[in-house]
């Protein structure tokens, strides 16, 4: 899934456009340039995007249909495994909160308003 989320990462940032060196994919995404390179190299070779040098160390990347459609692919997995873990934590919280229950506890305060307490909420 790493390795998917990655290319996901990787064609978002190229779909929206602009000119950058793969230096400065590497700092917006946080991975080594060897790997950026690496998977631009695979992008291009998997016919997903065409890379065009306009200034040295500057590139313009155009997705191609199958990389727009790649982008999609992968967008609808992510949504499904986020899914999954949201059900999960869900279920976890769920079974938490029976415990508590059954313990004789009665009331529970939410101290902070981040993505686990709306989902416990």
């Known amino acids: 899934m790493a390795g998917q989320f990655r290319f996901f990462q990787l064609l978002d940032e190229l779909y929206s456009g602009g000119t950058l060196a793969h ?40 997705l191609t249909p199958i990389g727009f459609s790649e982008k999609i692919r992968l967008t609808y997995h992510l949504f499904q495994y986020y899914n999954r873990i949201y059900r999960g934590a869900k279920r976890n919280i769920r079974n938490i909160f ?17 993505e686990a307490a709306e989902i416990a909420y």
């Open 23 to 62: 230096r400065d994919f590497s700092s917006h995404l946080g991975i080594a340039l060897g790997l950026v390179n690496s998977y631009i190299k695979n992008l291009e070779a998997k016919g997903y995007i065409t890379v065009k040098n306009i200034l040295p160390k500057r590139f313009a990347y155009y």
């Open 98 to 114: 029976l415990c508590f229950q059954s313990d004789g506890g009665q009331r529970i305060v939410f101290a902070d308003s981040d």
